[in-house]
């Protein structure tokens, strides 16, 4: 490997911190890279100019390699010619103008009505943990939060009375969700008769492992995992299902894209359309279930 691709890799790991992971991730990439330049009789990594690195991608898409690590590849080697050009190593960046991959569209993992509703009722409140497991259950099918915002959100941003939620979204962003029925029940439950018999100090988090502490993201995801056991329900359940459910079933109801938007916290209107994908999904088995003329298509 090129002396300026290991001070390259030096500089990652001594003044930007990565990881041992992504130095060899890096490392890896930097090695598939020069061997495919020398098999093409090209020069070395650092000396490459942005029509090998091009054929270079163009070579990686067509060999199967999934989009994604095309992605991270082409990152690996912007990341060493800005690193280059930086240091004065190389007075132009080859890899400047090149563009990654497009992701292929992949649509969210949706339950039907049916499941979601199996899922919550997973947890019956016959003890203190079911009855936090069912309000946390109900918050997350019932308003969409992400799951760090279930882990995350506070008493404070529970409104009973008037029968919403403020959680705070990526970029720090306020949002109100309307709660539900189910959802108002089951943590007027929870905030009134169990949570004061679960803290042991003070703490504005809403939820509470057994020992008083505030709920971590895993136990977030464990708690909707075990409801899919108890549940028997297969496949795999976490509580981004939960908030793709949420999403598909508005839009199964009649709610307009730019309503489901604003509930889910999203800055563009462009990541909430995915869900329109499913929506028609949706809509096809129900044409073709029921429909005289669209059976047997």
Same mark, same amino acid.
């Given at each position: *490997?090129d002396d300026i691709c290991e001070a390259y890799l030096e500089f990652g790991a001594l003044e930007k911190g990565l990881s041992e992971r992504t130095i060899t991730a890096y490392t890896a990439d930097l090695i598939q890279f020069q061997?495919?330049?020398?098999?093409?009789?090209?020069?070395?990594? +650092?000396?490459?100019?942005?029509?090998?690195?091009?054929?270079?991608?163009?070579?990686?898409?067509?060999?199967?390699?999934?989009?994604? +690590?095309?992605?991270?590849?082409?990152?690996?080697?912007? =990341?060493? #010619?800005? #690193? &280059?050009?930086?240091?004065?190593?190389?007075?132009?960046?080859?890899?400047?103008?090149?563009?990654? @991959?497009?992701?292929?569209?992949?649509?969210?993992?949706?339950?039907?009505?049916?499941?979601?509703?199996?899922?919550?009722?997973?947890?019956? =409140?016959?003890?203190?943990?079911?009855?936090?497991?069912?309000?946390? &259950?109900?918050?997350? #099918?019932?308003?969409?939060?992400?799951?760090?915002?279930?882990?995350?959100?506070?008493?404070?941003?529970?409104?009973?009375?008037?029968?919403?939620?403020?959680?705070?979204?990526?970029? +720090?962003k306020e949002r109100l969700v309307p709660l539900g029925g189910p959802a108002v029940r089951w943590l007027t439950e929870y905030i009134e008769n169990v949570r004061p018999?679960?803290?042991?100090?003070?703490?504005?988090?809403?939820?509470?492992?057994?020992?008083?502490?505030? &709920?971590?993201? *895993?136990?977030?995801?464990?708690?909707?995992?075990? /409801?899919?056991?108890?549940?028997?329900?297969? =496949?795999?359940?976490? @509580?981004?299902?939960?908030?793709? +459910?949420?999403?598909?079933?508005?839009?199964?109801?009649?709610?307009?894209?730019?309503?489901?938007?604003?509930?889910?916290?999203?800055?563009?209107?462009?990541?909430?359309?995915?869900?329109?994908?499913?929506?028609?999904?949706?809509?096809?088995?129900? *044409?073709?279930?029921?429909?005289?003329? /669209?059976?047997?298509?």
């Amino acid at each position: *490997m090129d002396d300026i691709c290991e001070a390259y890799l030096e500089f990652g790991a001594l003044e930007k911190g990565l990881s041992e992971r992504t130095i060899t991730a890096y490392t890896a990439d930097l090695i598939q890279f020069q061997g495919w330049l020398s098999e093409n009789d090209h020069c070395s990594v +650092s000396r490459a100019d942005t029509g090998q690195i091009s054929e270079y991608i163009n070579w990686l898409s067509s060999s199967g390699i999934s989009a994604s +690590s095309v992605r991270r590849k082409l990152s690996t080697l912007r =990341g060493l #010619y800005r #690193y &280059m050009q930086s240091e004065g190593f190389r007075e132009d960046d080859p890899a400047t103008s090149l563009h990654p @991959p497009r992701m292929p569209d992949r649509l969210p993992h949706a339950v039907s009505v049916e499941i979601a509703s199996r899922l919550m009722e997973a947890w019956t =409140g016959d003890t203190r943990l079911s009855v936090r497991n069912r309000a946390l &259950m109900e918050l997350a #099918y019932g308003t969409g939060l992400r799951e760090s915002e279930l882990s995350g959100i506070t008493v404070a941003r529970i409104h009973l009375e008037e029968a919403f939620v403020r959680p705070i979204g990526k970029g +720090s962003k306020e949002r109100l969700v309307p709660l539900g029925g189910p959802a108002v029940r089951w943590l007027t439950e929870y905030i009134e008769n169990v949570r004061p018999e679960l803290i042991r100090r003070t703490t504005p988090a809403l939820f509470l492992t057994f020992r008083g502490n505030p &709920m971590s993201r *895993m136990t977030v995801w464990n708690i909707v995992r075990n /409801a899919a056991l108890l549940a028997g329900i297969e =496949g795999r359940i976490h @509580p981004h299902t939960l908030r793709h +459910s949420f999403a598909t079933h508005l839009l199964q109801g009649g709610a307009d894209l730019r309503v489901v938007q604003e509930l889910l916290g999203h800055a563009d209107i462009r990541t909430t359309e995915i869900y329109t994908g499913v929506d028609r999904t949706y809509l096809k088995g129900v *044409m073709d279930r029921c429909h005289p003329r /669209a059976v047997g298509h």
